[in-house]
T-cell receptor, first 114, second 115 residues
Framework: DAGVIQSPRHEVTEMGQEVTLRCKPI?????LFWYRQTMMRGLELLIY????????DSGMPEDRFSAKMPNASFSTLKIQPSEPRDSAVYFC????????????FGPGTRLTVT | DQQVKQNSPSLSVQEGRISILNCDYT??????FLWYKKYPAEGPTFLIS?????DKNEDGRFTVFLNKSAKHLSLHIVPSQPGDSAVYFC??????????????FGKGTHLIIQP
């Protein structure tokens, strides 16, 4: 079975540009999570969806960040405009509903904003 | 304010010996705990978990111990193997919210197994 798929794996962009990160959760999983990992703050939750509906976006750092889940097999995290301090590794994770609490992580997208 | 703390950024253990990774938490609402393992350039992978109704859970070489009164948990790996070298994250969740919220992670401990 394919795991969580994220694209791109690496993104380098200039300050001010729009960045879109993509995630395909494991088929059948109905909860999806976006995390960010930095040296200073570690792994922190940005937003999560349940059945495609955003449940808690309190971790989204600013209005420059937005996330969507138009269907059960696709989600995007957008940063517009991007800033150097957004440089981090962004992980997407999915979970099969409430049956168990383990989340399955994708390989991450390493974002560098210059 | 960090709700999940892993106070040892790194730990070096000889192959074959026991590795003990520690984790403390401050939020008394947490009642489900997980350990994840992460290799470079990969996402975290689930290792083992424990509910607060238990004080121990074992899976092969991995055992997690939970001390609720001390708000402390530990992961024991015995015997340690070279493939165990990775960053280990402790994570917590609150079941009473249906587990629908995300996980709160510690900053990780880099375990190095010496041959």
């Amino acid at each position: 079975d394919a795991g969580v798929i994220q694209s791109p794996r690496h993104e380098v962009t200039e300050m001010g540009q729009e960045v879109t990160l993509r995630c395909k959760p494991i088929s059948g999983h109905n909860s999806l999570f976006w995390y960010r990992q930095t040296m200073m703050r570690g792994l922190e939750l940005l937003i999560y969806f349940n059945n495609n509906v955003p449940i808690d976006d309190s971790g989204m750092p600013e209005d420059r960040f937005s996330a969507k889940m138009p269907n059960a097999s696709f989600s995007t995290l957008k940063i517009q405009p991007s800033e150097p301090r957004d440089s981090a590794v962004y992980f997407c994770a999915s979970r099969p509903g409430l049956a168990g609490y383990e989340q399955y992580f994708g390989p991450g997208t390493r974002l560098t904003v210059t | 304010d960090q709700q999940v703390k892993q106070n040892s950024p790194s730990l070096s253990v000889q192959e074959g010996r026991i590795s003990i990774l520690n984790c403390d938490y401050t939020n008394s609402m947490f009642d489900y705990f997980l350990w994840y393992k992460k290799y470079p350039a990969e996402g975290p992978t689930f290792l083992i978990s424990i509910s607060s109704i238990k004080d121990k859970n074992e899976d092969g070489r991995f055992t997690v111990f939970l001390n609720k009164s001390a708000k402390h948990l530990s992961l024991h790996i015995v015997p340690s193997q070279p493939g165990d070298s990775a960053v280990y994250f402790c994570a917590a969740s609150a079941i009473e919210r249906g587990g629908a919220d995300g996980l709160t992670f510690g900053k990780g401990t880099h375990l190095i197994i010496q041959p």
